[in-house]
């Protein structure tokens, strides 16, 4: 089995687990993933999480030139952004995941770090993560708020949209995603509840340990 055949079935086995446990719905959310040569398999637009054919995934080039497979997702120009600015980047999911959206839509929502330290493993595997405001879907100024951040944060959530997380390969990515949204989930339920936080040294201490990209 070949690179490329191996990465498009494993992009349709997790976006099918994905669709299956309702962390996105109808046609929403798209996944890219660079391949060792430079180009990146792509969701095609309009197309279901749940049901993706493996060989109609969009194949394109290093300059996002449509090669093979269907026409991509409108929202190229945000998983782009993620490659052109962070260089460890292998894989970029995109949800419309329900509590994530709930989170992004809430006034007293902290726009430079949206998750609270609940967790251990949403410091670990997500650091902070950016709320950036509302765009149209696909519209490029998406693309240019992420390379506004420089490359220092691996997740931001779209306001009224849903999260973008990048990692170093798909597994990655697949993992913070879930993180992220379990992490919504948690803030939502305990909101109000004076819920008890990690405190900043055991924050600094997951910092350390795991190399957390934790800035400003």
Do not use: C
């Not at 109808?26 to 095609?44: Q, Y």
């Not at 950036?132 to 490029?140: R, S, V």
């Amino acid at each position: 089995m070949t690179e490329e055949t191996r990465a498009r079935e494993d992009i349709a086995r997790f976006a099918k687990s994905i669709f299956d446990r309702g962390l996105t719905g109808g046609s929403s959310g798209n996944i890219s993933m660079r391949l060792s040569d430079g180009t990146v398999l792509v969701t095609p637009t309009g197309s279901s999480m749940g049901n993706l054919d493996p060989a109609r995934i969009s194949h394109l080039d290093e300059r996002w030139t449509l090669l093979s497979g269907d026409a991509p997702t409108k929202e190229i120009p945000l998983h782009s952004a993620f490659y052109e600015t962070r260089s460890r980047t292998g894989a970029v999911v995109h949800l419309h995941s329900s509590h994530s959206v709930a989170l992004s839509v809430l006034p007293d929502t902290n726009p430079d770090n949206v998750l609270p330290p609940l967790t251990a493993y949403s410091i670990m595997r997500l650091g902070k993560v950016k709320l950036l405001p509302y765009f149209m879907p696909g519209d490029p100024a998406m693309g240019d708020a992420v390379r506004g951040l420089a490359g220092k944060r691996s997740a931001v959530l779209l306001a009224n949209h849903g999260p973008v997380v990048a990692g170093k390969d798909l597994d990655a990515a697949v993992y913070a995603m879930e993180e992220l949204e379990e992490t919504a989930k948690l803030a939502l339920l305990t909101r109000g509840m004076n819920p008890v936080m990690l405190s900043g040294a055991q924050i600094g201490s997951l910092v350390r340990k795991y190399d957390v990209e934790w800035v400003d």
